[in-house]
């Protein structure tokens, strides 16, 4: 077998949900907990646990095009979502109320249930390739009542089901003419495509470490402008500059910020990976003419791609995979464990029936030619024992 996981033995078609534990951050993360010691700490000990985080930070930086000091730590995504959708924003000398919070709706559950923000939320529309609705947006924002305070949108960079890209620095040029503030999540596109804080135009920016293979545990939001800030979650002892109370996680922030050192290497494969993810498309198609993939004609994630098959149960196919020693999903990996239609796919036009027979194929950076004959041969299995008369 092929592209394995050395900790769980499949292939693992599921990086979206979560890449392979790079050796090197595996190697770190045990090496700090050998030696650990609260970065908060004045002694030798703690000082060097406090250089530790600091480097992982300049790296977790420098992958993104920004300043080190514009990196505040998280636990993860989901947390620094919830820094992220402040209900009161510091710019400068000012404080701003967020009045609505528009979120497109394809957006992650941890984003769509609008944190602190749950309740002022405002839902935008997508298009049938699931890109966000901008006519819309701006009429929403046309009817936005200034007076409960400013607009907020949240709007992620590459959706992590289908893989779609977003236009996002046109949605900010919009919502910043309406004075608002923008939270953009790009946990999926950090490390899959070029991108730079600066050219997003986002305020704050949130990134996960086990996505890229760095360990769970560890995640960042960014900052675009330091002048611009949320109001804390967590408070208390003051760590990462009053943004996140908390002795911070030391050995899952190292093995992030080694992570994020070896990622900037894998976006030279980005044209490799996407010519393998057409080439399974195309040979998908062969073995199952009916089916239709999400998103096809938007621009797309490279490793990517979402495939809904008529009439055949996704918790069906996924088990099948899971028994054949593979690993693939029918959506986001956030939901407990639960396999329903896909919110995703009844935002895009999909019928509930539809929504509920998408699979999530995410390719994993070394994957092989090898690797994807491995999944097509499996796929032919599967066809053939649940659809025996629809079989090519």
């Not at 309406?178 to 949130?206: K, L």
Request: aromatic share 4%; with cysteine.
């Amino acid at each position: 077998m092929v592209c394995q996981s050395m900790a769980t033995g499949f292939l693992n078609f599921d990086a979206n949900a979560g890449a392979n534990l790079l050796p090197a951050a595996r190697d770190a993360v045990i090496s700090v907990l050998d030696r650990a010691a609260n970065p908060s700490s004045i002694h030798a000990a703690g000082r060097r646990s406090r250089n530790l985080v600091e480097k992982a930070r300049e790296a977790v930086a420098s992958a993104c095009r920004a300043r080190k000091e514009q990196i505040v730590f998280t636990s993860g995504a989901t947390e620094a979502a919830a820094l992220g959708l402040s209900p009161r924003i510091i710019k400068g000398r000012e404080t701003y109320s967020v009045g609505t919070l528009y979120v497109a709706a394809t957006e992650h559950p941890c984003v769509l249930s609008g944190g602190r923000l749950a309740d002022r939320i405002a839902i935008v529309p997508v298009s049938d390739s699931g890109i966000v609705d901008l006519a819309a947006l701006e009429r929403m924002l046309q009817d936005h009542d200034d007076g409960a305070g400013a607009p907020m949108l949240a709007l992620m960079m590459a959706n992590n089901e289908t893989g779609v890209l977003q236009p996002v620095e046109k949605a900010v040029s919009l919502v910043k003419s309406h004075g608002g503030f923008v939270f953009c999540d790009a946990v999926q596109a950090f490390g899959r495509i070029p991108f730079d804080i600066a050219s997003s135009g986002a305020d704050f920016v949130s990134l996960s470490s086990h996505k890229i293979g760095g360990p769970q545990g560890a995640g960042a939001l960014l900052l675009a402008n330091e002048d611009v800030r949320p109001e804390p979650v967590l408070t208390g002892g003051g760590q990462e500059r009053g943004f996140r109370a908390g002795t911070e996680n030391v050995a899952a922030i190292v093995g992030f910020g080694i992570a994020a050192e070896a990622v900037m290497n894998h976006l030279e494969d980005r044209e490799s990976i996407a010519g393998l993810r057409d080439s399974l498309e195309t040979e998908l198609r062969l073995i199952s003419p009916e089916i239709r993939v999400a998103g096809e004609h938007a621009p797309r994630l490279p490793n990517t791609v979402m495939f809904v098959v008529p009439g055949l149960s996704a918790e069906t196919a996924v088990i099948a995979f899971d028994l054949e020693g593979i690993a693939v999903s029918s959506g986001s990996a956030c939901s407990s464990g639960k396999v329903s239609p896909s919110h995703v796919l009844l935002a895009m036009g999909f019928s509930e029936d539809m929504a509920g027979s998408g699979i999530r194929v995410s390719l994993p950076v070394d994957v092989t030619d090898a690797g994807i004959e491995t999944f097509l041969m499996v796929w032919r299995s599967i066809v053939n024992r649940l659809r025996p008369n629809q079989a090519a």
